[in-house]
């Protein structure tokens, strides 16, 4: 089972940047798909970005792209989510989530089957 652990968040001022990281410790599986996801107060949790663990095959929510950048360390188990020009409503809990998903699926949170803690990012204005 695998098990996942965000870090990163904080508080960032509106126009700035933050990186979060999530480890991974287990039994990883090579048809992994590894994403982000967030959650604002009141609001559902919605699709950020996700990346195949291997072949490095790309998706990304549209209010996110050309800001956000997702990555990988697979040596190092880890998921990186770069995220540069915040905007206050960037501000939610972002998650982690791990599964075997197909591409198409990236954006669906019901096909993920591990999910981390959530970490806190703050964007103030």
């Known amino acids: 089972q695998v098990q996942l652990v965000e870090s990163g968040g904080g508080l960032v001022q509106a126009g700035g940047s933050l990186r979060l990281s999530c480890g991974a410790s287990?039994?990883?599986?090579?048809?992994?798909?590894m994403g982000w996801f967030r959650q604002a107060p009141g609001k559902e949790r919605e699709f950020v970005a996700a990346?195949?663990?291997?072949?490095?095959?790309?998706k990304y929510a549209d209010s996110v792209k050309g800001r956000f950048t997702i990555s990988r360390d697979a040596a190092k188990n880890t998921l990186y989510l770069q995220m540069s020009s915040l905007k206050p409503e960037d501000t939610a809990v972002y998650y982690c989530?791990?599964?075997?998903?197909?591409?198409?699926?990236?954006?669906?949170?019901?096909?993920?089957?591990?999910w981390g803690q959530g970490t806190q990012v703050t964007v103030s204005s």
């Open positions: 990346i195949s663990w291997i072949g490095y095959r790309t």
């Open positions: 989530a791990a599964g075997e998903v197909d591409y198409s699926d990236y954006e669906s949170t019901g096909r993920y089957d591990r």
């Open positions: 287990g039994r990883t599986s090579i048809r992994y798909a």
